[in-house]
């Protein structure tokens, strides 16, 4: 069976879904298999606000890909490390099949081709290539998301990584010490700068921990949020 395949940014790609989500400016976000809960918690609420204006592009992978696309869906665009009748990872399958659903999946492959070392290199430059900048929300300092790095300098796009305590995600720490990365401190204003519309002005309690876990009280503590008589108040 064919598949259906276009050129896009000097790429040959195949691809399934919705071929409208290229035209919205893109950002990508990567990050580590393994990543901590607080890693994929947050990656997830920010992939949600940032998808209210940009498409999010990650790799489909376990841990900080999946919580992107998951956050994000269905503006989301995953590139696969394999031709994409062949569901990789399997554990995804479910987010994956609803990808080519509702939003896209492109991959380089041509039917019948399995994922081998050197695809999750090439795929993570098409990653970065089609994205505006780059996230990149936890790393070891030998990873593939350090290699998303490299291709982001050659691209010449600009990265930004999260804030991590010590011992923990040592590649991104690294990048932010070295000042080849900015630090994203605070979700909201980070939106803020990159036009995306404030959150709704009242959420219930249940509704404000679903999308921002523990990180709700330290918005409190901060003045970003009242909460008052089961409901949270954005300032």
Not at 20 to 49: C, F, N, Q
Not at 57 to 80: F, Q, V
Not at 158 to 174: D, Q
Not at 226 to 232: H, L, P, R, T
Request: aromatic fraction near 10%; charged fraction near 25%.
């Amino acid at each position: 069976m064919q598949q259906n395949k276009i050129s896009y940014d000097g790429f040959s790609l195949f691809y399934k879904g919705d071929l409208d989500l290229l035209k919205r400016p893109k950002i990508a976000i990567v990050g580590s298999r393994r990543a901590s809960k607080y890693s994929k918690e947050i990656t997830r609420i920010l992939a949600k606000r940032l998808s209210q204006k940009y498409v999010i592009i990650s790799g489909g992978a376990l841990g900080i890909d999946k919580a992107a696309h998951e956050g994000a869906y269905p503006n989301t665009i995953l590139i696969s490390p394999s031709s994409l009748d062949i569901i990789y990872p399997k554990a995804n399958e479910t987010l994956i099949k609803n990808i080519y659903q509702n939003a896209l999946a492109l991959s380089e492959y041509e039917k019948d081709f399995s994922p081998y070392p050197h695809t999750f290199l090439q795929r993570n430059r098409i990653i970065v290539k089609l994205a505006d900048f780059l996230i990149i929300a936890e790393a070891e300092l030998k990873s593939g998301s350090m290699r998303s790095y490299e291709w982001a300098r050659k691209f010449g796009k600009k990265v930004y990584v999260l804030p991590h305590r010590l011992n923990e995600s040592a590649g991104t720490r690294f990048l932010a010490q070295q000042q080849k990365a900015e630090v994203i401190w605070d979700i909201e204003e980070f939106c803020k700068r990159l036009g995306v519309a404030n959150e709704a002005k009242v959420l219930s309690l249940n509704e404000a921990l679903k999308q921002y876990g523990p990180t709700l009280y330290e918005m409190e503590l901060n003045n970003k949020v009242e909460i008052k008589n089961g409901k949270v108040y954005f300032n």
